[in-house]
């Protein structure tokens, strides 16, 4: 009994890991850019993540086909006021989406 109960421990524990949420694919949220947690992003807290993700992801053999192509901070400071609110991030992002959706295909 403490053998199987044991064994489906461990399974469990496996089959968590292999659920785990991978962090380095798909977009970043707001809160990961926001690393003083003041509610706004600077050129500096964006710049440094940008960089980060992209760093691990280089270490991590995966393609960066399209890094080049990433919006930069600029593009999400809709008000040109050197902080981009959730609003303007998620606005910005939805709009990059949109942008790449529409030119799958396209060369």
């Given at each position: ?11 469990s ?63 999400f ?15 910005g ?15």
């Open positions: 009994m403490k053998k199987s109960f044991m064994c489906l421990a461990l399974v524990l496996v089959g968590l890991s292999l659920n785990a949420v991978d962090t380095t694919r798909g977009p970043i949220g707001f809160e990961a850019y926001d690393t003083n947690k003041d509610g706004m992003l600077t050129q500096e807290e964006f710049d440094t993540v940008k960089v980060e993700r992209m760093s691990a992801n280089a270490k991590a053999g995966m393609p960066m086909r399209n890094a080049a192509n990433s919006p930069d901070f600029t593009y400071d809709a008000d040109k006021n050197g902080k981009v609110t959730k609003e303007e991030f998620q606005t992002q939805l709009k990059h989406m949109q942008e790449n959706r529409q030119n799958r295909g396209r060369k």
